[in-house]
């Protein structure tokens, strides 16, 4: 069972930058990839960035040149590096793992861009 903590959020202005983390604990084996998510009211769930275990890396056409997900110095760590942030990015983030049919996720951290 692997457990995830995200931290990192908050209010900032638009053009502001965030970095949100994601600590992982538990059975983390094999291969496996995280990803953030993030949720607007009223809107569903999106994939923001993923990063495998070989450090490939995909993002959702919308923050694609803005985000950077990354590996901290430990495996177990997940960044997601937020620039030139735009009011469309306020949503709850969520970081997710994946082992073939197992996933995990944390609980969320609130990003609100506003002037």
């Known amino acids: 069972q692997v457990q995830l903590v995200e931290s990192g959020g908050g209010s900032v202005q638009p053009g502001g930058s965030l970095r949100l983390s994601c600590a992982a604990s538990?059975?983390?084996?094999?291969?496996?990839?995280m990803a953030w998510y993030r949720q607007a009211p009223g809107k569903q769930r999106e994939l923001v960035a993923v990063?495998?275990?070989?450090?490939?890396?995909n993002y959702a056409d919308s923050v694609t040149g803005r985000f950077t997900i990354s590996r901290g110095d430990a495996a177990n760590t997940v960044y997601l590096q937020m620039n030139s942030l735009k009011p469309e990015d306020t949503a709850v983030y969520y970081c997710k793992y994946q082992r073939g049919p197992y996933d995990s996720w944390g609980q969320g951290t609130q990003v609100t861009v506003s002037s």
């Open positions: 990063i495998g275990s070989f450090g490939t890396t």
């Open positions: 538990g059975s983390i084996t094999g291969l496996y990839v």
